[in-house]
C-alpha cells in the first residue's frame, strides 16, 4: 500500500465560489482507475500553512503511475492544480 | 474525527539501533486512551526532505487534548521527540 497526500492552499478566497469549484472538480481524480479511499481534507494545525488536503491509497507503485500518467490526472494538474494552486507539499506513506 | 500527522526526520542514522528504538517506543503514544488508527510510517516522496510519519485519529478535539496533555505523551515529547528529531512537521486533517 502507498498513501499519496498532497496538503495543499489555493489562491481563491476562503469560501468562495472558486475554492468550491476546485474542490468540486477534483472529485474526478477519485475515477482514475487504481485509486482508493480516496479524501478531500481540511487542514487544521494552526502549526501549518495549508488549508487542504487530498489523500489517496494506491496498491503498488504500478498503480501509482498508472494514475501519475493518466490523461485525467495530467489534465487537472495541467489546467487546474498549476493555475490555482498557491503552495502545496507532497507526503508519501508506505507501512513502516 | 480529526486525522493528527506528523512527518519527520530523525538525527539518528538510517538503520542505526537508536533510530529503531525511537520508532519502538513511540508505540507507547498507541495505548494513550482516545489514540485510534495510530500508524508508524516510512515517507518515500522524494518531492518531501522527510523519512517517517506518525498517523492517528481522535473521535473529538477532547480526546485530542486529552492526548496531548496525557503524561505518557508529555514525556515522550521532553525526552525523546525534542532530543533525537532533527525536523517535522504536523498535518492536521479533517473531512472537508
Chains 1, 2 share one sequence.
Do not use: C
Not at 487542504?52 to 487537472?76: L, T
Amino acid at each position: 500500500m502507498i498513501r499519496h497526500t498532497v496538503v495543499f492552499t489555493l489562491k481563491h478566497a476562503a469560501g468562495s465560489p472558486e475554492e468550491q469549484a476546485f474542490l468540486g472538480d477534483a472529485l474526478i481524480l477519485e475515477r482514475i482507475p487504481g485509486v482508493e479511499k480516496f479524501e478531500r481534507l481540511r487542514q487544521v494545525s494552526p502549526k501549518a500553512d495549508f488549508d487542504f488536503g487530498f489523500s489517496m491509497e494506491f496498491a503498488d507503485q504500478a498503480a501509482y503511475r498508472s494514475y501519475n500518467d493518466h490523461p485525467d490526472h495530467v489534465a487537472f494538474v495541467r489546467d487546474r492544480w498549476v493555475p490555482e494552486v498557491l503552495r502545496f507539499q507532497e507526503i508519501d506513506y508506505v507501512a513502516l
